[in-house]
């Protein structure tokens, strides 16, 4: 995180002049860092110990941090296509992390509600993320009036660093949560 705070502070996120931009950095950092995590020994642990509902539980975290992000379009800080009033639609996978953890929980949701949901939840992250890199300044997809580059300042370059990591890790643990619980029934 403080490599982060560093990186945004300095202006080094967004000197899009270069080739290529040192953001593209942070964002193949996070998908690598993403599966390391997924698949190292945590990643077997927390796959294997955790009960299902709760890898789908931790992922209600979207709801209030698009709650937020939304409020920030509204404050001016961020481009609406990054807001659920654009093109983001992933709140839904927080509010239904909370709808479908309880079914899990209670044993009216099995394996394949749950893998459903972790493909859905995870589409609608790359939508996210793709929509974000195209409103950079090196793509300008959404025009000039419509950059995103408030994730390329402090605090919230830990939007894609801490956030969409930690989102990223979760659906591939429960993709590694939902392939263990099959095997242990074969």
């Known amino acids: 995180m403080a490599v982060t705070w560093i990186a945004a502070a300095s202006g ?31 990643g077997t642990r927390l796959s294997t ?14 709801f209030p941090l698009e709650l937020a992000m939304h409020a920030m379009y509204e404050r001016g800080v961020m ?7 654009g093109r983001n639609f992933d709140i839904l996978t927080g509010v239904t ?6 079914l899990v929980w209670s044993g009216r949701g099995g394996r394949w509600l749950v893998s459903a949901w972790n493909v ?3 589409a609608l992250l790359m ?3 793709t929509v974000a890199i195209l409103g950079t300044p090196r793509f300008q997809y959404f025009g000039r009036e419509h950059l995103n580059v408030w994730v390329m300042q402090p605090p919230f370059v830990w939007l894609p660093a ?5 989102a990223l890790a979760g659906h591939l643990l429960i993709f590694r949560a939902v392939v263990r619980r099959r095997k242990d029934l074969l």
């Open 12 to 42: 080094v996120l967004a000197d899009f002049a270069r080739t290529p931009p040192p953001f593209a950095f942070l964002v193949l950092a996070v998908i690598v860092l993403a599966f390391v995590i997924a698949f190292s020994r945590l």
């Open 49 to 62: 110990y955790l009960p299902l509902w709760v890898l789908v539980a931790v992922q209600g975290f979207r």
């Open 79 to 85: 481009p609406i296509q990054m807001s659920y009033s």
């Open 97 to 102: 992390a909370l709808v479908v953890a309880p």
């Open 120 to 122: 859905v939840g995870l």
């Open 127 to 129: 939508n996210v993320v």
């Open 162 to 166: 801490v956030m969409v990591l930690a």
